[in-house]
């Protein structure tokens, strides 16, 4: 993979990252596109390490106070009933999905769960998910009113995104739709319990690219480096702009967006213009 090659997929990472359009499906049909086939899990979960900086960077404050808190409340300085260091717990338990998850079906994750045909589906079948989920949710609860149980409704959702075109920001939002809470709230939550998620799943790949064993192995760090760069860079736009966004408007630009992506995408499969 060639430098500019490199920067145009990061670019890419950072302007779907955080909108529940699947980062990963655009990178697998944009590679396509770019002469180069699908980049691979590792290239994609390295890249995301890059655009969970911006996050790391925009909810600073939000972090280091949840974090803080938390470890207080361990050792009964801080009440455990603290909303931050409550907050702590639900991303530490709204993870373990998508941690398990991701573990036992990694072999599928890295290989047949890339198939183009599947993305298609996936971002046609989630657009239609979200959309009821926005009109069938009260949005009414804010984050103060998290539970255990709907910290783990949200894990599962998160969990879905495992599978390319479904969207990690997307299938937690839609969880979180479901279960009443805002759009801004669900959005927030998604951001904070991607966190772990990423960092692990990013981290994990480094190791395996160093020692060759990832798909993507043979892309240069230099390249990398450059996508995740463009990615942060990016990614921190998109950030401010989509939490502004949500604010007054609904998610029915990006559904309608992904309902045309995945009716395009099986018209490119159908008559062979790319490959699944």
């Given at each position: 993979?060639d430098y500019l090659t490199a920067i145009l997929l990061g670019l890419?990472?950072?302007?779907?990252?955080?909108?529940?359009?699947?980062?990963?499906?655009?990178?697998?049909?944009?590679?396509?596109?770019?002469?180069?086939?699908?980049?691979?899990?590792?290239?994609?979960?390295?890249?995301?390490?890059?655009?969970?900086?911006?996050?790391?960077?925009?909810?600073?404050?939000?972090?280091?106070?949840?974090?803080?808190?938390?470890?207080?409340?361990?050792?009964?300085?801080?009440?455990?009933t603290d909303p931050d260091a409550r907050m702590g717990w639900f991303?530490?338990?709204?993870?373990?999905?998508?941690?398990?998850?991701?573990?036992?079906?990694?072999?599928?994750?890295?290989?047949?769960?890339?198939?183009?045909?599947?993305?298609?589906?996936?971002?046609?079948?989630?657009?239609?998910?979200?959309?009821?989920?926005?009109?069938?949710?009260?949005?009414?609860?804010?984050?103060?009113?998290?539970?255990?149980?709907?910290?783990?409704?949200?894990?599962?959702?998160?969990?879905?995104?495992?599978?390319?075109?479904?969207?990690?920001?997307?299938?937690?939002?839609?969880?979180?739709?479901?279960?009443?809470?805002?759009?801004?709230?669900?959005?927030?939550?998604?951001?904070?319990?991607?966190?772990?998620?990423?960092?692990?799943?990013?981290?994990?790949?480094?190791?395996?690219?160093?020692?060759?064993?990832?798909?993507?192995?043979?892309?240069?760090?230099?390249?990398?480096?450059?996508?995740?760069?463009?990615?942060?860079?990016?990614?921190?736009?998109?950030?401010?702009?989509?939490?502004?966004?949500?604010?007054?408007?609904?998610?029915?630009?990006?559904?309608?967006?992904?309902?045309?992506?995945?009716?395009?995408?099986?018209?490119?499969?159908?008559?062979?213009?790319?490959?699944?």
């Amino acid at each position: 993979m060639d430098y500019l090659t490199a920067i145009l997929l990061g670019l890419v990472q950072g302007l779907t990252e955080f909108l529940p359009i699947s980062s990963s499906a655009h990178i697998s049909i944009v590679g396509q596109f770019l002469g180069e086939e699908d980049p691979g899990a590792a290239f994609t979960a390295i890249t995301q390490l890059g655009t969970e900086l911006a996050v790391l960077i925009y909810f600073w404050r939000d972090i280091v106070r949840i974090i803080r808190q938390w470890c207080l409340s361990l050792v009964g300085t801080v009440a455990r009933t603290d909303p931050d260091a409550r907050m702590g717990w639900f991303v530490i338990i709204g993870s373990i999905p998508i941690g398990v998850l991701g573990l036992v079906f990694k072999d599928q994750i890295e290989t047949s769960l890339r198939s183009l045909w599947l993305t298609a589906t996936m971002l046609l079948v989630f657009a239609l998910v979200i959309m009821v989920a926005e009109r069938v949710g009260r949005q009414e609860r804010e984050l103060t009113e998290l539970t255990w149980k709907h910290g783990i409704g949200y894990g599962l959702f998160q969990a879905l995104a495992l599978v390319p075109g479904v969207s990690r920001s997307g299938g937690t939002i839609a969880g979180g739709l479901f279960m009443g809470y805002t759009r801004k709230a669900a959005a927030r939550y998604s951001f904070l319990l991607a966190i772990p998620a990423v960092v692990a799943s990013g981290g994990l790949q480094v190791v395996e690219v160093l020692g060759g064993e990832a798909e993507g192995s043979g892309t240069a760090w230099g390249p990398i480096f450059a996508a995740t760069a463009v990615a942060f860079a990016v990614g921190y736009a998109v950030i401010a702009w989509f939490m502004k966004f949500i604010e007054t408007h609904t998610f029915t630009p990006f559904m309608i967006y992904r309902i045309i992506l995945a009716l395009g995408l099986f018209a490119l499969l159908g008559t062979g213009t790319i490959q699944a």
